[in-house]
C-alpha cells in the first residue's frame, strides 16, 4: 500500500505560527478515497463528511473536499471527496486565511492564500467568495477577535459580513449552533470584541438585539463614567474574562442590565427597578438560543437581584434575609458566591478610575455566613406546630442578620 499523503491543517498550524500551545492536530488527507481509509485502519466518525480517526493517534483525518452550495444556511451544501481534490482546492473553502495554513509531514508550509502573512501582520481576512455562502462564518470570525483581539479585520472582509448580515442569511441559523459560537465567544480573551465586530457589522442587532439596543443608552455618571450602558456591558463581561470566570458568570453579566434598554426616554439617565424588566428578557434570550438551564436560571437570578447586592449597607436585615432565602443560599450557597463574583464584575467593569476590589462583597459574605448560623434542624424539633416552622426560620435568620450588622456597624453607604 502506497504512503498516504496528509497534511497538518487549520488551527494547529496557526497556533504553532503564534506560538501558542497546540492542543489537537487535525488532518487533510488527498488522494484517498472512503475504501482505501478503512483498509489502512481508520474508522469513520464524519456525519456530514468523510472523517476518520487514527488507529493509533485517534487524531482526525478528512478527506479533501470541496462543496458547493445546495440551500440557505449553513447547512446547505453538498460536499466532493474524490481523490483528485487537491489540498489548495480543499483550503479555499476554509474561513480565514489564518486557517487556510496546511504543513506537510516534513514541516514545510503551504500556504496558497497567504495565511502566514496575515499573521504576521495582524490580520482576520476571510479566503474568497466562498464565505459568503456559510453564515456561520460572520460569528466565527467575531469569536476569532475576541480569542485574537489584537488582530484587525480587513476592510473587505467586514463589507461582506455587512452584506451577509443584511442580506438575511443570519436568519436561517439554528439557535444551537448560535449558542455554540456565542458561548465559546464569551470564554476568549476579550469577550467584548466578539459583539463589537458583530454590531460593527450589523449582525448583533439580528442575533441579539436586546444587547444591541444597550449601545447609546446613557446611565447616572456618579455610578458609570463610561455613560453608555452597551459599553458599560462590554466592561463588565471583560472584567469577568481578566477575572477567569465560567460561562454562568459570563452570560449573566452579558444580559444582566437589559432592562435598561426599554427605560421609557423621558426618565433616562435613571433606570428605575430595571431589574424588573431585565429578569424576563434574559429568561427570554437563553430559551430562544436554547442556553443550558444552568446558563438560563443564573442568568435570571443575577439580572433580577444585581441592583440590592450594592445597597447592604442600607438594607433592613429581614430585606438581606429576604434576598438570602429568595438566592436559595440555604441548599446552594456556592451559587450565591457566583453571584458576589458576577456583582463584582458589575462593579469595576466600569470607565475611568475605579478601585482594585468592590466593597460591598465581604459584607454580603458576612451575612450569609451569619445567616447560615441558624441551626433549621433544632429549630424545627422545638415548635411544635409545623406551620410555624417557615416563620420562625425566617426570623431566626433576620435576628442572626440583624446582630452580625450591629456588631460590625455595617450600616454604610456602599
Not at 144 to 152: H, I, W
Not at 226 to 232: A, K, N, S, V, Y
Not at 345 to 368: H, K, N
Request: proline share 7%.
Amino acid at each position: 500500500m502506497s504512503v498516504m499523503c496528509a497534511y497538518v491543517v487549520g488551527g494547529a498550524v496557526r497556533d504553532a505560527l503564534l506560538g501558542l500551545p497546540v492542543k489537537d492536530r487535525d488532518w487533510v488527507v488527498v488522494g484517498e478515497t472512503v475504501e482505501t481509509m478503512l483498509e489502512r485502519g481508520f474508522r469513520p466518525v464524519g456525519r456530514d463528511f468523510p472523517v476518520f480517526l487514527h488507529p493509533e493517534t485517534h487524531e482526525e483525518y478528512a478527506l479533501a473536499r470541496t462543496e458547493r452550495k445546495s440551500g440557505r444556511g449553513y447547512t446547505g451544501f453538498v460536499c466532493y471527496t474524490t481523490p483528485d481534490v487537491t489540498l489548495e482546492e480543499d483550503l479555499s473553502r476554509r474561513d480565514l486565511t489564518i486557517n487556510a495554513i496546511a504543513r506537510e509531514p516534513e514541516g514545510a508550509l503551504v500556504d496558497p492564500y497567504g495565511g502566514a502573512r496575515d499573521l504576521e501582520a495582524k490580520v482576520l481576512r476571510h479566503v474568497g467568495p466562498a464565505f459568503a455562502e456559510d453564515p456561520l462564518r460572520v460569528l466565527r470570525v467575531a469569536r476569532f477577535a475576541a480569542r485574537l483581539p489584537e488582530f484587525s479585520l480587513a476592510p473587505e472582509t467586514l463589507a461582506l459580513m455587512r452584506a451577509m448580515s443584511g442580506g438575511g442569511e443570519l436568519d436561517h441559523l439554528t439557535p444551537e449552533r448560535v449558542w455554540k459560537e456565542l458561548s465559546r465567544g464569551l470564554m476568549e480573551a476579550r469577550p467584548s470584541r466578539m459583539f463589537r465586530v458583530l454590531r460593527e457589522c450589523g449582525a448583533l442587532v439580528r442575533i441579539l438585539p436586546e444587547v444591541d439596543r444597550l449601545f447609546g443608552v446613557p446611565q447616572q455618571p456618579a455610578w458609570h463614567p463610561e455613560i453608555d450602558t452597551g459599553e458599560h456591558t462590554m466592561l463588565v463581561i471583560d472584567h469577568a474574562a481578566q477575572a477567569g470566570h465560567g460561562l454562568e458568570i459570563r452570560w449573566a453579566c452579558l444580559l444582566h442590565d437589559l432592562g435598561k434598554g426599554e427605560t421609557p426616554a423621558d426618565i433616562l439617565p435613571h433606570h428605575y427597578e430595571h431589574e424588573i424588566r431585565s429578569a424576563p428578557l434574559a429568561e427570554q434570550i437563553s430559551e430562544r438560543l436554547r442556553a443550558p438551564a444552568s446558563c438560563r436560571d443564573f442568568a435570571v437570578l443575577f439580572a433580577r437581584e444585581h441592583g440590592k447586592f450594592k445597597r447592604i449597607g442600607e438594607m433592613r436585615p429581614n430585606s438581606i434575609t429576604s434576598l438570602l432565602e429568595r438566592c436559595d443560599c440555604v441548599r446552594r450557597p456556592e451559587r450565591f458566591f457566583a453571584l458576589l463574583d458576577a456583582a463584582a464584575c458589575d462593579f469595576l467593569g466600569r470607565g475611568g478610575y475605579r478601585p482594585a476590589t468592590c466593597p460591598y462583597i465581604e459584607p454580603w459574605r458576612m451575612a450569609l455566613e451569619a445567616f447560615l448560623s441558624v441551626d433549621a434542624g433544632a429549630l424545627a424539633r422545638s415548635v411544635t406546630e409545623p406551620r410555624q416552622i417557615p416563620a420562625r426560620l425566617h426570623a431566626a435568620r433576620v435576628d442572626a442578620v440583624r446582630k452580625y450588622l450591629t456588631c460590625h456597624n455595617e450600616k454604610t453607604d456602599f
